[in-house]
């Protein structure tokens, strides 16, 4: 097991921004770790990475626990947060090397860190140049390259492609696959393409909590159990009444007017809706059944809970 998080909780005052979470991270895998805003995310990554002290629970790093060997944890984890804060003042191979130099590399062995880094994150052309004049996309790519510097066997990523332009993205995302193919590879997001490019495990957390842990197959799977409609009506509706439509699980509230009902039942549930709708003189605009996608997915588990 290369991380390991047994009843972890981080407490801010009185608020539980991680809530007794459990999960583990297996030697070269890549698990998307997503959320909303707020859910927890960057504070486990900041606990993983020694950043911040858990409140009570225990984290593992390759054996290592955060809060006993807290140096061996920073030599063997990259790390790069979501505010990736960089010397911009310092030139490109400046930087990497004073990264290195601080993760005890020196002699050939840094330069020769340095010289793959540039190489491997694509920063040749802007190596000589100052950081403060790189692009949004090119400051990734060195806070990859400090990430990766000394080697880790552990790669943490808040939000790698946050604020990148669709070129950038792609860019970024062929090079964070490239770069994992030997390395665990625990990564936050809010972009559902970035999950399914490169995870085939995701975990779910809302509220401090984890509200999923699975593969992307099995949750699309499950989904796919499901019938989603998103239906409107002329006059408001009270979404309760269709909440009492048989076969209806559940229902989102859009608007006054606009709803998404989700349905578990093996019929389709539309001739149903029809029939409400003639039966409570309301008329339908619209009616469209969603297909299943791990937007939706994530939709469902975090607006459910927040429900709760």
Request: proline share 3%; aromatic share 6%.
């Amino acid at each position: 097991m290369s991380l390991l998080i047994q009843n972890l909780t981080r407490l801010f005052g009185n608020q539980k921004a991680v809530d007794d979470i459990s999960f583990s991270v297996n030697r070269g895998e890549i698990v998307g770790f997503l959320g909303p805003n707020g859910a927890g995310k960057s504070t486990t990554m900041k606990i993983a990475t020694t950043f911040l002290p858990p409140s009570s629970g225990k984290l593992i790093v390759e054996g290592f626990n955060v809060t006993e060997n807290a140096m061996a944890v920073k030599r063997i984890t990259g790390y790069l947060p979501e505010h990736n804060p960089l010397y911009t003042d310092m030139f490109v191979h400046e930087y990497l090397r004073f990264i290195g130099g601080l993760y005890g590399l020196r002699g050939k062995i840094l330069r020769t860190r340095v010289s793959e880094m540039i190489d491997q994150c694509g920063l040749t052309r802007e190596q000589h140049k100052k950081i403060e004049s790189l692009s949004k996309g090119y400051r990734q790519r060195v806070g990859l390259a400090q990430a990766l510097i000394h080697d880790p066997k552990v790669l943490i990523l808040d939000e790698p492609t946050s604020g990148l332009d669709p070129n950038q993205l792609l860019e970024i995302r062929k090079l964070i696959k490239e770069i994992s193919k030997n390395k665990t590879v625990l990564f936050s997001t809010h972009i559902m393409q970035e999950v399914q490019a490169l995870c085939d495990r995701v975990v779910v957390i809302n509220q401090g909590k984890i509200v999923a842990d699975d593969s992307l197959s099995n949750l699309i799977s499950q989904k796919e159990k499901e019938q989603v409609v998103r239906v409107e009506f002329e006059n408001k509706l009270n979404a309760d009444s269709l909440r009492s439509i048989s076969g209806v699980h559940e229902v989102e509230i859009i608007n006054d007017h606009t709803f998404r009902i989700i349905s578990f039942q093996k019929t389709d549930i539309r001739p149903e809706l029809f029939r409400f709708a003639s039966e409570t003189n309301n008329t339908l605009i619209g009616l469209h059944l969603e297909a299943s996608s791990l937007e939706d997915i994530f939709r469902t588990l975090t607006h459910k809970q927040a429900e709760a």
